[in-house]
C-alpha cells in the first residue's frame, strides 16, 4: 500500500527549490537526510522524475542520477509500471547500525554533536513559541505519545515534534539544518526511549515542551527543549560507556 503522507512545513522545505546548488549530489543529500530524520516515511512514494525536478528548480536528469544515487544507499527503491514509482526504504537494521555508530564515536565527538544539536533545537523552540498559533500548538498536542510501549513509534512521533518544532520559525534553511542534524545525530538520541523509564520522563518533557509554546513563552519553550535534550544526551552518554 503506497503511504501517502500531509503536506508540513518541514516537508515543504525538504522541496524547496535548491536554486545555483542544483545539483545531483545536492538533491541526493537532502532527500537522504529527510529519509533518515524520518520526514519521509519508509513505503512513502516521492514525487516523479519530473515533478521532483519542478519543485526543486532541477533538470529532469539531474533528479534522476539523484534517484540513482539513492537506490545506490539502499534508501529508494524503483518499480516500473502501473503503481510504480520510487518509494522509500528505510533500513531495517537501524538499530544495529546506531549500536554500531555509537560505539565508534568518542566521549568528545559525542558531546560536541549534543552540543550543536541542543543549540539550534533551543533557538527553534524559543522562535516557535514567538510564532506558533492555537492550530500550530493543535498540532503539537496531536504529536504527543499515547501509548508508551510503543518504541518505534515514539521515536516518529518525538522526531516529528522536534521537526514540527523546527517548522514553526517558518525559516526553510533552519528546518533543512534540523533536518540534517535530526538524519545525523537524532537516531543516536532517541537510543534511551528503548528504556520504558526514560519514555516515561519523555513524556512530561515533552508536555512541558508543547505547553510552554501554547503559553507563548520563548524563555521556557528554551528551557523545555534544553531540559528534553540534555536528559537523552546524559542517558545516552551512559550508553555510550557501555558499549566502548
Keep these: ?27 541526493e543529500n537532502r532527500l537522504a537526510e529527510a529519509i533518515r530524520s524520518g520526514v519521509l516515511a519508509d513505503g ?17 536528469v539531474t533528479a534522476r542520477e539523484a534517484l540513482v544515487g539513492l537506490r545506490a544507499q539502499g534508501l529508494v527503491t524503483t518499480t516500473r509500471g502501473r503503481g510504480g514509482g ?14 554500531g555508530r555509537l560505539g565508534a564515536m568518542s566521549r568528545v565527538e559525542l558531546r560536541d554533536r549534543g552540543t550543536v544539536y541542543a543549540v539550534v533545537l533551543a533557538g527553534c523552540a524559543e ?15 496531536d504529536l504527543l505519545v499515547r501509548d508508551e510501549s510503543d518504541v518505534g513509534a515514539w521515536r516518529h512521533s518525538d522526531s516529528e515534534l522536534f521537526l514540527s518544532v523546527a517548522a ?19 537516531g543516536l538520541l532517541r537510543m534511551p526511549l528503548a528504556d520504558a523509564a526514560f519514555r516515561r520522563g519523555s513524556t512530561g518533557r515533552n508536555v512541558a515542551l508543547v505547553e510552554a509554546i501554547a503559553d507563548r513563552d520563548p524563555a521556557r519553550a528554551r528551557a523545555s527543549m534544553r531540559a528534553h535534550v540534555d536528559a537523552s544526551l546524559e542517558r545516552l552518554t551512559e550508553l555510550h560507556a557501555s558499549v566502548r
Design 44 to 60: 512513502e512514494r516521492l514525487p516523479s522524475e519530473p515533478e521532483l525536478a519542478g519543485m526543486l528548480g532541477v533538470a529532469t
Design 1 to 27: 500500500m503506497t503511504v501517502r503522507r500531509p503536506a508540513t512545513r518541514a516537508r515543504s522545505a525538504i522541496f524547496a527549490p535548491l536554486g545555483d546548488e542544483g545539483r545531483a549530489s545536492r538533491v
Design 86 to 99: 520510487s518509494f522509500v526504504t528505510r533500513s531495517r537494521s537501524a538499530g544495529v547500525e546506531l549500536g
Design 168 to 186: 514553526l520559525t517558518q525559516s526553510a534553511r533552519l528546518v533543512r539544518e534540523v533536518v540534517r542534524l535530526e538524519a545525523d545525530f537524532g
Design 127 to 141: 522562535l516557535a513559541a514567538e510564532r506558533a498559533d492555537d492550530d500550530d500548538v493543535d498540532d503539537l498536542r
